[in-house]
């Protein structure tokens, strides 16, 4: 669509006179609190339900629907919500788990709990995340926000808003969630919440503590307030994992090396793993927030966040490695998969791999309110925001080769087994650790720092002339700062064993790994013998083990170069930071009126942001490639590094305009118009390389400092029919065109006479969505007892290009009983054109099923049990193909018993 006819539709949507101000939490700009569904002059009022007397009201699930639903009405653009139905009572383990009941909303998990969202078909990195409506810093590389840093516990209302109004802060072109915390004026004669839950992870089979709670208390006359909230939570959980590493493409097998292959243009794995992962997951996390009301006037809160979560995988993995070079039989498909061969290079192997995430999040915030006359408010607020992640030099991966007496590479054979997964035979004896060898070793990682500082301020100036109804504008600053810090193990120690024959006695294989029918491959007789990392690493460091070295002289010397073990050191090529300065303001005239006998309200606006970006990082040439005397990975030469830095900028207006029309009873019309942007992605932005020497793998990946924002037109119309205060009927459309899409592009260069594929991130063109999502929820009050307790919530989000999600809950609430059951589903989609090994990772359909039951022995005690995941779904990720599996993965059911209690 050329910019005349976008304008022309903001034009005619300006004529009709656009989206009315904010009386929904939706259009509250970052610096306030959230006001109430039915605030109609945005006054600053508290999330829940408020009675006329002003004491917080809460009746229970069918009150949080309608709660939810009162914002959906009352917003002029169009937003979906969660409400909890009382204290810290969303019903779900952290916000990714409680938003994916949202129409278009799809997750992502780690560790089998959700960590990030997927919006309308649009990845994590296209939605803004923010907390009391401020931009929250993340742990992890990119812009992604991690969902599950915060728990259900801490947090009452999430919105997520599908269109924007100039007042939102930019940066979500699919959506904008904003989560929203209690506030001490909430509670006029105080609160105390207490929450207390034992965790039941099947897999793991042991039990795991889970607590939270909330303080609240006002003081003098009620003009001063503080509240304060913790939750708590130590999991205790086990994932079972098949991981192929992707499959080598295009490739040719001589079977019986004449010189002609009998296979051209096949695709093969050459890794494949099995692995038991005990894992913990533990997280403290607190907030704190003071409010004073100087005067009538003034209103200053001061509120602060604290979350840690730790989580620690340990995962025992049995993998075998070949490659084309090695087959002397072999099958192959219609789709030119391999599927059966025999022969393999590397005898079968066991390793430890240590993978934790080491994150902290920090904000504070100071608030203005100010409130001169019912005509004129203002708001001034800044916020500091950090976010870390320990993990650099804390990952660990410890090899070692079986090498069983039993064991012959030409009678090992791999197949897709009858369900679809990798499964080999013809391994000897796995159970037999007596002729056990050291091979790779190494411990790595990169550590992330991400801080903001951030500044808004805004004012608004109601008119009430005509139909123009308000006049706002506001001014905005952040400054933003993600930093990248990767270590490893010094490269001429990684394969100090390999190849040179050094025993591992069996006393370091203390453990085992519960492995019997490995997820119904078959495969394994029954668990397979484990290590330590630690221990491992501790007897490669004694005599015994160095002694059995071609030349321990000079083994012990480049360990005592490294501090006398194998610790890391840091790898300042693929380190760096990026900078982003951003500045920004917005003007928006809000206006309302009647169409005939009709209500209408809109609003049309315009967002000027001006960013600047400073990536630096260590430049370093590749001087040449090194192998190693004992055999192993290359050792890529490096020139000394040098400080390098670039610089870019860019501006963009952002005009928005939103319609709302009441065109029947109860059946309410919107419409929206806008242009959006997201940043690239931090990680993208980054002065680094990643260097892959391995002869059958060569690659390189850069980062591109140059990336400009990706950009959108959002189109969008919705007609809700709403049945009561509870229940509605809802469809709406929408369309996305977007342009200056950044995709990994993939390139062959040349390095040192070798071809090496280059991945980088750029700016590759434009590509539209559209979709439609229908929704709505019901609930039975008009049936004859006791089925007037009954209702069911339902939605379907269809997205081109193909995404397809729904969400479908039935509930009962009577009396002192609660119940609920839902589930979710998304089809099955393409996560990367270009992943493992180079290939496409499609992510395979998935539905999960969650139930949950509240019982209220009285009005302060409630006594509850919750079972999510309960049929057990897996993940499943796989190459164009189904039989290319990449991963095949579970974490099981999980179920809690608990009790809440109130005052």
């Known amino acids: ?43 600053v009022q508290d999330a829940s339900v408020a009675s006329e007397e002003g004491d917080i009201v809460v009746t229970g699930l069918r009150e949080s629907l309608r709660r939810a639903t009162d914002i959906k009405r009352n917003a002029d653009n169009i937003v979906d919500s969660i409400v909890a139905d009382d204290i810290g009572k969303l019903p779900d383990q952290n916000i990714a788990e409680a938003i994916q009941r949202i129409p278009g909303v799809t997750i992502s998990r ?118 304060g909230a913790f939750s708590y939570i130590d999991r205790k959980i086990e994932g079972k994992r098949i991981f192929t590493d992707g499959w080598e493409a295009n490739q040719s097998l ?73 087959v002397t039989a072999a099958t192959v498909d219609q789709n030119n998969t391999v599927t059966s061969y025999t022969g393999i290079a590397s005898g079968p192997m066991f390793t430890n791999q240590i993978r934790p995430r080491l994150a902290t999040t920090y904000q504070a915030g100071a608030n203005l309110a100010w409130t001169p006359s019912d005509r004129l408010t203002g708001t001034v607020d800044f916020s500091w925001s950090k976010a870390t992640d320990d993990t650099g030099g804390n990952q660990a991966w410890f090899e070692s080769n079986l090498a069983t007496p039993s064991y012959s590479p030409a009678g090992v054979k791999f197949a897709i087994g009858p369900t679809g997964m990798p499964v080999y035979t013809g391994l000897g004896n796995i159970l037999d650790t007596s002729n056990a060898r050291a091979g790779f070793l190494t411990y790595e990682g990169v550590s992330v720092e991400d801080e903001i500082y951030q500044g808004n301020t805004n004012l608004k100036w109601n008119v009430d002339s005509g139909i123009l109804r308000r006049i706002s504008g506001g001014f905005n600053f952040s400054d933003r700062k993600k930093s990248r810090f990767s270590f490893k193990t010094p490269d001429a120690l990684q394969c100090l064993y390999c190849g040179a024959g050094v025993s591992i006695p069996s006393s370091v294989f203390t453990g085992t790994a519960d492995a019997t029918n490995f997820l119904g491959t078959g495969m394994f007789e029954s668990a397979y013998p484990t290590y330590a990392a630690a221990d491992l690493a501790k007897y490669l460091l004694s005599d015994a083990a160095i002694n059995q070295l071609a030349n321990p002289a000079a083994a012990r010397a480049a360990l005592a170069a490294n501090g006398g ?46 960013t600047e970006v400073t990536s630096r990082g260590f430049g370093q040439e590749i001087l040449g490639f090194t192998t190693p005397a004992g055999g192993g990975d290359p050792i890529v030469n490096l020139s000394n590094p040098q400080p390098i830095s670039e610089q870019g900028s860019y501006s963009q207006l952002l005009p928005s305009a939103n319609f709302k029309l009441d065109v029947f009873e109860d059946v309410v019309f919107q419409a929206a118009v806008a242009k959006t942007l997201t940043r690239a992605t931090l ?21 591109n400092p140059g990336l400009e924002p990706m950009i959108g037109w959002n189109y969008d119309a919705a007609l809700t029919w709403y049945l009561d205060r509870s229940s509605f009927l809802s469809v709406a459309l929408f369309a996305k065109d977007l342009s200056n899409i950044s995709e990994s592009v993939t390139t062959t260069i040349q390095v040192q006479g070798l071809d090496f594929r280059r991945t980088r991130p750029e700016n590759v063109g434009s590509r539209s969505y559209k979709g439609i999502e229908f929704s709505g929820q019901y609930t039975f009050t008009g049936l004859p007892e006791p089925l007037d307790g009954l209702g069911v919530q339902a939605n379907i989000s269809l997205v081109d290009p193909d ?93 809690a018993l608990g009790v809440r209690l109130n005052f």
């Open 254 to 326: 001589d079977l019986n090396r004449d010189g002609t292959p009998e296979f051209r243009g096949v695709s093969i794995p050459t890794y494949v793993e099995w692995g038991t992962n005990r894992t913990s997951r533990k997280r403290m996390s607190g907030l704190l927030t003071a409010q004073w009301r100087a005067s009538d006037a003034l209103l200053f809160t001061l509120d602060g966040l604290y979350s840690k979560l730790d989580v620690n995988d340990d995962n025992k993995v049995f993998f075998v490695y070949g490659g084309p070079g090695d």
């Open 803 to 895: 995404a397809t999600t729904y969400n479908a809950v039935a509930f009962y609430e009577k009396g002192p009983l609660q119940a609920r059951i839902a589930y979710n589903w998304r089809n099955a989609y393409q996560q990367t054109e270009q992943g493992n090994r180079g290939q496409p990772v499609n992510v395979d359909a998935y539905g999960i099923w969650d139930a949950s039951i509240n019982y209220a022995v009285n009005d302060k005690l409630t006594l509850f049990a919750q079972g999510l995941n309960l049929f057990n779904e897996k993940t499943f990720l796989y190459s164009v193909y189904k039989e290319r599996v990449i991963s095949f993965e579970t974490y099981g059911p999980r179920y």
């Open 565 to 610: 073990g194998f610790g890391v050191i840091p790898v300042p090529g693929n380190s760096g930071s990026a900078q982003e300065r951003t500045i920004g303001g917005y003007v928006e005239a809000s206006f309302g009126g009647d169409f005939g006998s009709r209500p209408w309200s809109g609003n049309i606006g315009l967002r000027y942001t001006r």
């Open 110 to 227: 780690d560790n089998g709990e959700g960590q990030f969202i997927t919006v309308r078909g649009l990845g994590p990195a296209f939605s803004s995340a923010l907390y009391n409506g401020r931009i929250l810093a993340t742990e992890n590389q990119g812009r992604e926000f991690s969902f599950d840093i915060l728990p259900a516990e801490l947090i009452n209302r999430v919105d997520v808003s599908k269109t924007p109004t100039a007042s939102q802060i930019e940066g979500g072109i699919a959506a904008t969630v904003d989560m929203y915390t209690a506030r001490p004026f909430d509670f006029k004669e105080g609160k105390i919440a207490l929450s207390a839950q034992a965790n039941y992870d099947k897999l793991r089979g042991q039990f795991s503590p889970q607590f939270s709670g909330l303080l609240s208390k006002t003081f003098g006359d009620g003009d001063f307030g503080i509240l």
């Open 1 to 43: 669509m050329s910019s005349v006819k976008r304008f022309r539709l903001l034009s005619l949507a300006g004529s009709a006179i656009l989206l009315a101000t904010t009386p929904a939490l939706a259009q509250v700009p970052a610096q306030t609190a959230p006001p109430p569904p039915t605030a109609p002059d945005g006054a």
């Open 683 to 703: 990680s993208d932005l980054l002065l680094i390389r990643n260097i892959n020497p391995r002869p059958r793998e060569r690659a390189i990946t850069d980062g």
